[in-house]
């Protein structure tokens, strides 16, 4: 299928798994964030939105790099993971983990700070003089309100993965079915000038992020014209 080798299929599935679980993560800690930002007064919220969204900007490879030297065996947590008789994180799939969550980071924080900002405090508060505790405030209330933003987040956290590579190819290297994900595979065959096993597998990618983001789209007018409606 696709003309695409049973390696390249381990990278894929290695990918997938890392944006799965990346983007499951990056959302269960990042909602606490988000809604900091958003409602939080505070002038050290400008300093923490700047840090958040350093990733926009800064070279993958910077990003990696420092990663790379934080995790390694010489580094403050390698180190320490070592001393108590653990392996550190460089080149790992828990560092490939690490790394894409710290990338990613401005691609779930930003959409989710938006969607509650958007929403306001107004619901929640005539939420709590119905006497609806914190729980059901954020199934009934909140989730409904900033499920565009959500989605978003997802969507765009878990396509972003796909497509990452500097700070992968730094952190995790090229280990086959380990830290080999699709984006590094299609680099080696470039490099060795296999340009048809380059071309199979990077169609897969754009073939499989354009539908994704075809699908939030198309999910996003279907809410906005369920609000008119509503």
């Given at each position: 299928?696709?003309?695409?080798?049973?390696?390249?299929?381990?990278?894929?599935?290695?990918?997938?798994?890392?944006?799965?679980?990346?983007?499951?993560?990056?959302?269960?800690?990042?909602?606490?964030?988000?809604?900091?930002?958003?409602?939080?007064?505070?002038?050290l919220k400008v300093m923490v939105e700047a840090l958040v969204a350093l990733p926009l900007v800064l070279p993958p490879t910077v990003i990696g790099f420092y990663l790379l030297i934080l995790l390694g065996p010489r580094g403050a947590v390698g180190s320490f993971l070592e001393s108590i008789g653990l392996n550190h994180l460089a080149f790992s799939f828990t560092g490939l983990v690490i790394g894409s969550m710290v990338y990613s980071l401005p691609f779930v924080v930003q959409p989710l700070q938006n969607a509650f900002q958007s929403m306001g405090t107004r619901p929640l508060e005539a939420a709590a003089t119905l006497r609806a505790g914190p729980l059901d405030r954020l199934i009934t209330v909140v989730l409904?309100?900033?499920?565009?933003?959500?989605?978003?987040?997802?969507?765009?956290?878990?396509?972003?993965?796909?497509?990452?590579?500097?700070?992968?190819?730094?952190?995790?290297?090229?280990?086959?079915?380990?830290?080999?994900?699709?984006?590094?595979?299609?680099?080696?065959?470039?490099?060795?000038m296999d340009y048809s096993a380059a071309h199979a597998l990077s169609l897969l990618l754009l073939v499989m992020a354009f539908a994704m983001l075809m699908a939030v789209y198309a999910l996003n007018r279907r809410f906005r014209l369920v609000g008119v409606a509503g």
């Open positions: 299928m696709f003309g695409i080798a049973a390696a390249d299929w381990v990278a894929l599935q290695l990918t997938l798994k890392l944006a799965t679980i990346s983007t499951l993560l990056l959302l269960m800690l990042c909602v606490p964030l988000a809604w900091w930002l958003a409602f939080s007064p505070r002038r409904p309100l900033t499920r565009r933003g959500f989605l978003t987040a997802f969507v765009l956290s878990f396509a972003h993965t796909l497509g990452e590579f500097g700070v992968l190819l730094m952190i995790g290297g090229s280990i086959p079915g380990q830290t080999q994900v699709a984006s590094i595979a299609i680099y080696s065959h470039v490099e060795a």
